[in-house]
């Protein structure tokens, strides 16, 4: 293999006249100077408080009375924040009631997944900021 290899002449020649585009080079037979436009979207931030963090302005951190139906029939008003995960909402089910991780939540017949915030679910913001009862139904 290597002695064919040996016999065959590999080098390139680049001694051929390639003309070159003017596509890609500063040369440019317009004389007017176009900007380039950008093909990301501009980020507008109008209208934003500039002393509002970004916290404060979700709201995550408002309280929230959540009233939590087990599976006994049984209601429980329980207070978070409105930022809380539904994973997290579990964990405080699993270490107050121990009602396993596998429980699936749900609010007017929607199944809550997890990663998801209470935020999520604006019908549940609503009802409680017209202080209406937010129903939560634990299903094992």
């Known amino acids: 293999f290597f002695e064919y290899m040996a016999e065959k002449d590999l080098s390139l020649d680049l001694s051929g006249a390639v003309e070159e585009s003017s596509e890609y ?6 004389s007017q100077e176009l900007p ?3 093909p990301v979207a501009a980020l507008v931030l109008g209208g934003r408080d500039k002393g ?6 979700s ?9 939590l139906e087990f599976p006994d029939g049984k209601k429980k008003d329980v207070k978070c924040k409105t ?8 964990k405080k089910l699993f270490d107050e009631f121990e009602i396993p991780f ?3 939540l749900s ?3 929607k199944v809550m997944l997890d990663p998801l915030s209470l935020n999520d679910f ?3 913001i609503a009802a409680s900021k017209k202080n209406e009862k937010t129903l939560l139904k634990i299903t094992l």
């Open 25 to 30: 080079t500063d040369e440019s037979s317009d």
């Open 107 to 109: 609010h007017e017949d």
């Open 59 to 67: 709201d995550i951190h408002d309280d929230i009375t959540l009233t």
């Open 83 to 90: 930022g809380e995960t539904v994973i997290n909402l579990k």
């Open 102 to 104: 596998s429980c699936k």
């Open 36 to 38: 380039m436009k950008s």
């Open 122 to 124: 604006p019908e549940l």
């Open 52 to 57: 509002t963090s970004y916290d404060e302005e």
